[in-house]
């Protein structure tokens, strides 16, 4: 099984930064993939961010250029870097670890963490 540990959500103003963080633990981990998703009320979670194991990123167009992912591979750990927030970015975030674990591949997800954005 994989544990995944989401940290750093909370209250920011408009403008504002904010570091959420998350740390996948398991025994014989191999993940390909971790990214984080959201969801605000009412609406559907939705991919904000995604790394690779190889360093290749990908963004929603909505983040792009505010938002930066990074990941410590040795740690396993990945990193969201939120600037410029804005009250839309209000949601419950999630990060997303696939893992290839036993010969299938196997998608983990944290509790969530709440991200609030005033304006």
């Known amino acids: 099984q994989v544990q995944v540990v989401e940290s750093g959500g909370g209250l920011v103003q408009a403008g504002g930064s904010l570091r959420l963080s998350c740390a996948a633990s398991?025994?014989?981990?191999?993940?390909?993939?971790m990214g984080w998703y959201r969801q605000a009320p009412g609406k559907q979670r939705e991919l904000v961010a995604s790394i690779i194991s190889a360093g290749i990123t990908n963004y929603a167009d909505s983040v792009k250029g505010r938002f930066t992912i990074s990941r410590d591979n040795a740690k396993n750990t990945v990193d969201l870097h939120m600037n410029t927030l804005k009250p839309e970015d209000t949601a419950v975030y999630y990060c997303n670890v696939v893992s290839y674990v036993g010969g299938s591949y196997m998608a983990s997800w944290g509790q969530g963490t709440q991200v609030t954005v005033s304006s």
């Open positions: 398991g025994s014989r981990l191999s993940i390909t993939f």
